[in-house]
């Protein structure tokens, strides 16, 4: 049985950094393109993050970048999500998402993804 847990979201006040993990079982995350979105209720889910197994290579969303990063970690079979300098705009449920490792991080935000976490909540207020 495939799954991703994602792990690390908490309350954090403005300004301040977190990680999270998405950790996988039942498949290798070798093979799979990961994908970070987030979503707060009422709104439409939001592309965050992507990262290949291709050359490790990783897109970011613009309005994210220079504050977040993500970085996969094969041995472990997880990718992470650092996120830095957090505003309470940044608080969502976060959740990774995977797909063959083929498709790259083209389009990643409106593509459809195999496997998905339950999600994770950050919370950013002070």
């Known amino acids: 049985q495939v799954q991703l847990v994602e792990s690390g979201g908490a309350l954090v006040q403005p300004g301040g950094s977190l990680r999270l993990s998405c950790t996988a079982s039942?498949?290798?995350?070798?093979?799979?393109?990961i994908a970070w979105f987030r979503q707060v209720p009422g709104k439409e889910r939001e592309g965050v993050s992507c990262?290949?197994?291709?050359?490790?290579?990783?897109v970011v969303a613009d309005a994210l970048e220079g504050r977040f990063t993500v970085a996969r970690d094969n041995a472990k079979n997880t990718v992470y999500l650092q996120m830095n300098s957090l505003k309470p705009d940044d608080t969502a449920v976060y959740y990774c998402?995977?797909?063959?490792?083929?498709?790259?991080?083209?389009?990643?935000?409106?593509?459809?993804?195999?496997?998905w976490g339950q999600g994770t909540q950050v919370t950013v207020s002070s």
């Open positions: 998402a995977a797909r063959p490792f083929y498709y790259y991080c083209s389009h990643y935000e409106n593509s459809e993804h195999l496997y």
């Open positions: 039942g498949i290798s995350l070798d093979y799979y393109t």
């Open positions: 990262v290949s197994t291709i050359n490790d290579t990783s």
